[in-house]
DNA sequence: ACCCAGGCGGGCG
DNA sequence: CGCCCGCATGGG
Protein backbone atom coordinates (compact mmCIF):
# COMPACT_ATOMS: atom_id res chain seq x y z
CA UNK A 1 0.00 0.00 0.00
CA UNK A 2 1.39 3.31 -1.53
CA UNK A 3 1.36 5.79 1.77
CA UNK A 4 0.07 9.48 0.98
CA UNK A 5 2.80 12.23 2.52
CA UNK A 6 1.22 14.76 4.63
CA UNK A 7 3.08 17.84 4.56
CA UNK A 8 2.67 21.17 6.25
CA UNK A 9 4.23 24.35 5.53
CA UNK A 10 3.38 28.18 7.42
CA UNK A 11 1.47 30.87 5.29
CA UNK A 12 0.85 34.44 6.02
CA UNK A 13 -1.61 36.44 4.14
CA UNK A 14 -3.45 33.51 2.95
CA UNK A 15 -7.19 32.83 2.69
CA UNK A 16 -7.67 29.47 1.04
CA UNK A 17 -11.34 29.84 0.86
CA UNK A 18 -11.17 33.53 -0.80
CA UNK A 19 -8.37 31.90 -3.44
CA UNK A 20 -11.06 29.21 -4.35
CA UNK A 21 -14.01 31.05 -4.53
CA UNK A 22 -12.80 33.80 -6.76
CA UNK A 23 -13.79 32.82 -10.15
CA UNK A 24 -10.54 31.07 -11.15
CA UNK A 25 -9.97 28.17 -12.59
CA UNK A 26 -9.68 25.72 -9.26
CA UNK A 27 -13.07 27.19 -9.27
CA UNK A 28 -14.39 25.33 -11.76
CA UNK A 29 -12.51 21.98 -11.84
CA UNK A 30 -11.86 21.75 -7.97
CA UNK A 31 -13.92 21.51 -5.02
CA UNK A 32 -13.82 23.16 -1.78
CA UNK A 33 -15.06 21.79 1.76
CA UNK A 34 -16.11 24.27 4.27
CA UNK A 35 -16.37 21.59 7.04
CA UNK A 36 -12.33 21.43 6.83
CA UNK A 37 -11.65 24.47 4.89
CA UNK A 38 -10.08 22.19 2.33
CA UNK A 39 -9.85 22.62 -1.17
CA UNK A 40 -9.16 19.28 -3.42
CA UNK A 41 -7.88 19.26 -7.42
CA UNK A 42 -6.73 17.11 -9.77
CA UNK A 43 -2.95 16.76 -10.88
CA UNK A 44 -1.60 14.08 -13.61
CA UNK A 45 -3.27 11.44 -12.08
CA UNK A 46 -3.49 12.12 -8.43
CA UNK A 47 -5.62 13.86 -6.14
CA UNK A 48 -3.89 17.01 -3.86
CA UNK A 49 -5.84 18.12 -1.12
CA UNK A 50 -4.86 21.32 0.46
CA UNK A 51 -6.22 22.44 4.05
CA UNK A 52 -5.42 25.56 5.66
CA UNK A 53 -6.21 25.68 9.81
CA UNK A 54 -7.30 28.69 11.01
CA UNK A 55 -5.36 31.83 12.29
CA UNK A 56 -2.26 31.39 14.13
CA UNK A 57 -0.17 34.35 16.03
CA UNK A 58 2.79 32.68 13.31
CA UNK A 59 0.74 32.94 10.53
CA UNK A 60 -1.50 29.46 9.34
CA UNK A 61 -0.43 26.26 8.37
CA UNK A 62 -1.01 24.61 4.85
CA UNK A 63 -1.41 21.02 5.38
CA UNK A 64 -1.50 19.04 2.25
CA UNK A 65 -2.24 15.04 1.25
CA UNK A 66 -1.13 13.39 -2.02
CA UNK A 67 1.90 12.53 -3.78
CA UNK A 68 5.33 13.79 -2.64
CA UNK A 69 5.13 16.73 -5.57
CA UNK A 70 2.22 17.80 -3.67
CA UNK A 71 4.24 20.53 -1.29
CA UNK A 72 5.86 22.02 -4.81
CA UNK A 73 2.30 22.00 -6.57
CA UNK A 74 0.58 23.73 -3.91
CA UNK A 75 3.25 26.52 -3.36
CA UNK A 76 3.38 27.00 -7.37
CA UNK A 77 -1.01 26.31 -7.10
CA UNK A 78 -1.66 28.89 -4.28
CA UNK A 79 1.94 31.45 -5.72
CA UNK A 80 2.61 31.04 -2.04
CA UNK A 81 6.36 32.41 -2.73
CA UNK A 82 4.33 36.21 -3.20
CA UNK A 83 5.53 39.14 -1.51
CA UNK A 84 1.82 39.87 -0.70
CA UNK A 85 3.17 43.09 1.59
CA UNK A 86 4.99 44.60 -1.05
CA UNK A 87 2.07 43.48 -4.10
CA UNK A 88 -0.59 45.35 -1.57
CA UNK A 89 1.88 48.38 -0.81
CA UNK A 90 2.11 48.20 -4.85
CA UNK A 91 -1.66 48.06 -5.96
CA UNK A 92 -4.20 49.28 -2.27
CA UNK A 93 -3.21 52.98 -3.34
CA UNK A 94 -6.83 54.12 -3.02
CA UNK A 95 -9.78 53.73 -0.87
CA UNK A 96 -11.61 51.54 -3.04
CA UNK A 97 -8.42 49.38 -3.48
CA UNK A 98 -7.31 49.55 0.41
CA UNK A 99 -11.72 48.31 0.71
CA UNK A 100 -11.01 45.41 -1.40
CA UNK A 101 -7.82 44.12 -0.44
CA UNK A 102 -8.93 44.54 3.37
CA UNK A 103 -12.20 42.37 2.95
CA UNK A 104 -10.73 39.85 1.21
CA UNK A 105 -7.26 39.60 2.74
CA UNK A 106 -5.07 36.95 1.85
CA UNK A 107 -6.99 36.08 -1.87
CA UNK A 108 -4.59 34.91 -4.36
CA UNK A 109 -4.19 34.47 -8.02
CA UNK A 110 -3.86 30.61 -8.63
CA UNK A 111 -1.29 29.57 -11.28
CA UNK A 112 -2.80 26.72 -13.43
CA UNK A 113 -2.00 24.37 -15.92
CA UNK A 114 -2.00 25.98 -19.42
CA UNK A 115 -4.38 23.64 -20.91
CA UNK A 116 -6.41 24.08 -17.83
CA UNK A 117 -6.63 27.63 -18.43
CA UNK A 118 -7.36 27.57 -22.22
CA UNK A 119 -10.16 25.71 -22.03
CA UNK A 120 -11.83 26.95 -18.79
CA UNK A 121 -11.48 30.70 -19.83
CA UNK A 122 -13.00 29.67 -23.23
CA UNK A 123 -15.98 28.37 -20.98
CA UNK A 124 -16.13 31.60 -19.55
CA UNK A 125 -16.99 34.09 -22.00
CA UNK A 126 -20.18 35.83 -22.02
CA UNK A 127 -20.90 33.35 -19.39
CA UNK A 128 -21.98 33.51 -15.89
CA UNK A 129 -20.06 31.76 -12.93
CA UNK A 130 -22.21 28.81 -11.67
CA UNK A 131 -22.44 27.94 -15.26
CA UNK A 132 -18.72 28.16 -16.19
CA UNK A 133 -18.52 25.53 -13.44
CA UNK A 134 -21.11 23.24 -14.56
CA UNK A 135 -19.67 23.11 -18.45
CA UNK A 136 -16.11 22.77 -16.92
CA UNK A 137 -16.86 19.89 -14.42
CA UNK A 138 -19.47 18.11 -17.20
CA UNK A 139 -16.58 17.77 -19.40
CA UNK A 140 -14.06 16.98 -16.87
CA UNK A 141 -16.43 13.74 -15.79
CA UNK A 142 -17.15 13.06 -19.56
CA UNK A 143 -13.40 12.99 -20.99
CA UNK A 144 -11.03 13.10 -18.13
CA UNK A 145 -9.45 9.57 -17.30
CA UNK A 146 -9.77 7.62 -14.11
CA UNK A 147 -7.84 8.66 -10.89
CA UNK A 148 -7.74 4.98 -9.10
CA UNK A 149 -7.17 4.65 -5.01
CA UNK A 150 -4.06 2.20 -4.30
CA UNK A 151 -6.62 -0.82 -4.51
CA UNK A 152 -7.06 0.84 -8.13
CA UNK A 153 -10.73 1.99 -7.57
CA UNK A 154 -11.87 4.74 -9.61
CA UNK A 155 -12.20 7.71 -7.40
CA UNK A 156 -12.15 11.00 -9.44
CA UNK A 157 -11.54 12.19 -12.76
CA UNK A 158 -8.11 13.94 -13.93
CA UNK A 159 -8.43 17.01 -16.53
CA UNK A 160 -8.71 15.94 -19.72
CA UNK A 161 -5.58 16.79 -22.14
CA UNK A 162 -5.90 18.70 -25.33
CA UNK A 163 -5.08 15.69 -27.31
CA UNK A 164 -7.84 13.70 -25.55
CA UNK A 165 -10.93 16.20 -26.23
CA UNK A 166 -9.28 17.25 -29.85
CA UNK A 167 -10.73 13.77 -30.48
CA UNK A 168 -14.14 14.17 -29.58
CA UNK A 169 -16.86 16.29 -31.70
CA UNK A 170 -18.33 19.39 -30.79
CA UNK A 171 -21.51 18.05 -30.80
CA UNK A 172 -20.28 15.79 -27.17
CA UNK A 173 -19.32 19.60 -25.78
CA UNK A 174 -22.31 21.36 -26.69
CA UNK A 175 -23.85 17.95 -24.70
CA UNK A 176 -21.73 18.74 -21.70
CA UNK A 177 -23.83 22.54 -21.83
CA UNK A 178 -21.24 24.58 -23.63
CA UNK A 179 -24.17 26.34 -26.51
CA UNK A 180 -22.05 28.14 -29.19
CA UNK A 181 -18.29 27.46 -27.44
CA UNK A 182 -18.41 24.40 -28.45
CA UNK A 183 -17.02 24.93 -31.86
CA UNK A 184 -14.37 27.18 -29.74
CA UNK A 185 -13.71 24.23 -27.34
CA UNK A 186 -13.02 21.72 -30.71
CA UNK A 187 -10.94 23.74 -32.50
CA UNK A 188 -8.18 25.27 -29.15
CA UNK A 189 -8.06 21.68 -28.71
CA UNK A 190 -6.67 20.41 -32.00
CA UNK A 191 -4.88 23.47 -32.01
CA UNK A 192 -3.42 22.89 -29.45
CA UNK A 193 -2.67 19.37 -30.10
CA UNK A 194 -1.38 19.74 -33.79
CA UNK A 195 -0.60 23.49 -33.90
CA UNK A 196 0.77 24.94 -31.21
CA UNK A 197 2.98 23.76 -27.85
CA UNK A 198 1.45 25.83 -25.10
CA UNK A 199 4.00 24.08 -22.88
CA UNK A 200 6.83 25.88 -24.63
CA UNK A 201 5.11 29.29 -24.79
CA UNK A 202 6.71 30.03 -20.93
CA UNK A 203 9.86 32.04 -22.10
CA UNK A 204 7.94 34.07 -23.96
CA UNK A 205 7.34 37.52 -23.03
CA UNK A 206 3.54 39.03 -21.77
CA UNK A 207 2.98 40.87 -25.26
CA UNK A 208 4.58 37.78 -27.39
CA UNK A 209 2.49 35.16 -25.50
CA UNK A 210 -0.74 37.11 -25.58
CA UNK A 211 -0.44 37.45 -29.56
CA UNK A 212 0.46 33.65 -29.25
CA UNK A 213 -2.64 32.81 -27.32
CA UNK A 214 -4.95 34.80 -29.90
CA UNK A 215 -4.35 32.95 -32.23
CA UNK A 216 -6.65 30.26 -30.75
CA UNK A 217 -10.09 30.49 -32.10
CA UNK A 218 -12.53 31.70 -29.36
CA UNK A 219 -9.51 33.36 -27.38
CA UNK A 220 -9.63 37.20 -27.73
CA UNK A 221 -7.87 40.14 -25.85
CA UNK A 222 -9.91 39.06 -22.62
CA UNK A 223 -9.56 35.62 -22.22
CA UNK A 224 -5.61 35.65 -23.54
CA UNK A 225 -4.81 38.03 -20.31
CA UNK A 226 -6.85 35.45 -17.93
CA UNK A 227 -4.50 32.54 -19.54
CA UNK A 228 -1.57 35.14 -19.37
CA UNK A 229 -2.68 35.74 -15.88
CA UNK A 230 -3.98 32.53 -14.28
CA UNK A 231 -1.97 29.67 -16.77
CA UNK A 232 1.44 31.55 -17.16
CA UNK A 233 1.58 33.72 -14.01
CA UNK A 234 2.04 37.21 -15.98
CA UNK A 235 1.32 39.00 -13.33
CA UNK A 236 1.02 42.76 -15.50
CA UNK A 237 -1.88 41.02 -17.67
CA UNK A 238 -4.94 43.20 -16.84
CA UNK A 239 -8.00 40.93 -18.11
CA UNK A 240 -11.12 43.57 -18.59
CA UNK A 241 -14.43 42.10 -18.16
CA UNK A 242 -17.93 43.64 -17.66
CA UNK A 243 -16.97 43.58 -14.16
CA UNK A 244 -13.64 45.11 -14.20
CA UNK A 245 -14.92 47.84 -17.08
CA UNK A 246 -17.88 48.82 -14.88
CA UNK A 247 -16.47 48.79 -11.14
CA UNK A 248 -13.39 51.14 -13.27
CA UNK A 249 -15.96 53.32 -14.99
CA UNK A 250 -17.63 53.70 -11.42
CA UNK A 251 -14.78 54.26 -9.18
CA UNK A 252 -11.90 56.02 -11.20
CA UNK A 253 -14.09 58.01 -13.94
CA UNK A 254 -17.39 59.38 -12.49
CA UNK A 255 -19.63 56.69 -14.21
CA UNK A 256 -18.59 57.90 -17.79
CA UNK A 257 -18.07 54.86 -20.25
CA UNK A 258 -14.54 53.91 -21.16
CA UNK A 259 -12.71 52.36 -23.86
CA UNK A 260 -11.05 48.87 -23.09
CA UNK A 261 -7.88 50.37 -24.33
CA UNK A 262 -7.85 53.46 -22.15
CA UNK A 263 -8.58 51.19 -18.85
CA UNK A 264 -5.79 49.23 -19.79
CA UNK A 265 -3.31 52.01 -20.34
CA UNK A 266 -4.95 53.64 -17.12
CA UNK A 267 -4.42 50.30 -15.17
CA UNK A 268 -0.83 49.96 -16.57
CA UNK A 269 0.36 53.44 -15.15
CA UNK A 270 -1.53 52.78 -11.81
CA UNK A 271 -0.52 49.00 -10.99
CA UNK A 272 2.36 48.45 -13.21
CA UNK A 273 3.75 44.73 -12.60
CA UNK A 274 1.37 43.75 -9.95
CA UNK A 275 -2.06 45.13 -12.44
CA UNK A 276 -3.32 41.15 -12.59
CA UNK A 277 -3.69 40.78 -9.04
CA UNK A 278 -5.36 44.37 -8.26
CA UNK A 279 -7.42 43.46 -11.37
CA UNK A 280 -8.62 40.36 -9.33
CA UNK A 281 -9.53 42.52 -6.33
CA UNK A 282 -11.37 44.87 -8.39
CA UNK A 283 -13.21 42.24 -10.23
CA UNK A 284 -14.05 39.99 -6.92
CA UNK A 285 -14.33 43.48 -4.71
CA UNK A 286 -16.18 45.06 -7.47
CA UNK A 287 -18.82 41.92 -8.40
CA UNK A 288 -19.74 41.49 -5.12
CA UNK A 289 -20.41 45.11 -3.79
CA UNK A 290 -22.64 45.77 -6.93
C1' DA B 1 -41.65 37.95 -20.28
C1' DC B 2 -37.09 40.28 -20.09
C1' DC B 3 -32.20 40.93 -18.87
C1' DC B 4 -27.79 39.34 -17.94
C1' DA B 5 -23.46 36.50 -17.67
C1' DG B 6 -15.12 36.78 -16.22
C1' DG B 7 -16.50 37.97 -24.98
C1' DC B 8 -15.56 36.70 -29.51
C1' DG B 9 -15.70 36.42 -34.61
C1' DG B 10 -17.29 38.39 -38.57
C1' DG B 11 -19.08 42.06 -41.20
C1' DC B 12 -19.62 46.84 -42.04
C1' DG B 13 -18.39 51.83 -42.66
C1' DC C 1 -8.93 50.79 -37.09
C1' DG C 2 -13.83 51.33 -34.34
C1' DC C 3 -18.39 49.88 -33.84
C1' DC C 4 -22.31 46.55 -34.00
C1' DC C 5 -24.53 42.25 -34.09
C1' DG C 6 -25.64 37.36 -33.17
C1' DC C 7 -24.66 33.79 -30.27
C1' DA C 8 -26.58 28.93 -26.46
C1' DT C 9 -28.18 28.43 -22.07
C1' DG C 10 -29.94 28.94 -17.48
C1' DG C 11 -30.85 31.88 -13.44
C1' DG C 12 -32.84 36.12 -11.33
Avoid at 87 to 100: L, P, S
Avoid at 101 to 124: H, K
Avoid at 264 to 290: L, M, T, V
Wanted: positive net charge; aromatic residues 12%.
Amino acid sequence: LKRESVIQIPTSCFSLRYTFESANPLTFFGSYDPADNSVSYPVGRSIIKVRSTGSSKKGKLLIMEGPPSARREAISRFRLDDDMEEIYGKIATDGFMRGAVSRYAGMRLTLNDPWEAVLCFIISQFNNVKRIRRITMSIVNRFGAYITDSEGRAVARGFPDSATMAEASAKEFRECGAGFRAKYIKEAAEYCTNNLDIYKLSRLDYPELREELMGIKGVGEKVADCIALMGYGKLEAFPIDVWVKRTMERIYFKGRSMRTSELRSFAEDKFGPYAGCAQQYIFWHGRNSA
